[in-house]
């Protein structure tokens, strides 16, 4: 009998992560989702300090998930559709790199699924115009505070959620 696979890591920075973390967490597979910032140079940078954009860290998702429910490549395809990946460092009113579109790949073998993921989705005509997201090794991963923490889930009624998340949410099908 071959012994389960463990869990695996994957990463994803999507404009503010308040908008992608509830689409992630309703996946199948998926175990748990952290908000958090990664992909810049500042150690532990805080809320504050990554919204000025000056740290190059990215509003970012990291995913634990099981990878005999799930695959990379569903989660990768989830990611094209959780936001726009033509808007160069920006999703809708959210402006700077703070906000950009990101995988950050914890291995050669995600690096390659991404990489392949993106031309496909060049070329399948989704998008109107170019996918600008970046494609870059995982680096450090700061959870931000904990109040960002399933910020939907906790927050449904707060006008942001009304009027930015849960469309996303009817969009994709997800609980709202």
């Known amino acids: ?19 992608i973390e509830e689409i992630f967490r309703q996946q199948p597979g998926v175990s748990k989702v952290v908000s958090g910032y990664t992909g810049g140079t500042t150690p532990n940078p805080t809320y504050r300090e990554v919204c000025g954009g000056d740290t190059g860290h990215a509003e970012a998702i990291q995913i634990t998930f099981d990878p ?28 700077g790199t703070q906000y950009r579109s990101a995988i950050f790949t914890h291995s050669d073998a995600q690096a390659a699924a991404a990489r392949t993921a993106l031309e496909t989705e ?43 998340i ?9 609980e709202d």
């Not at 970046?134 to 009304?162: M, S, W």
């Open 1 to 19: 009998m071959t012994p389960p696979r463990p869990a695996e890591t994957a990463t994803f920075a999507g404009g503010c992560f308040w908008c």
């Open 68 to 95: 005999q429910t799930t695959s990379y490549g569903k989660l990768l395809a989830v990611f094209w559709t959780a936001h726009d990946p033509t808007q160069l460092n920006r999703q809708g009113a959210d402006v």
């Open 122 to 164: 060049n070329k399948s005509g989704h998008f109107s115009r170019p996918i600008v997201t970046e494609i870059t090794p995982a680096g450090v991963f700061y959870p931000a505070e904990d109040y960002h923490q399933e910020y939907y889930r906790l927050n449904k009624r707060a006008p942001y959620c009304r009027m930015v």
């Open 166 to 174: 849960q469309p996303k949410l009817k969009k994709l099908g997800l």
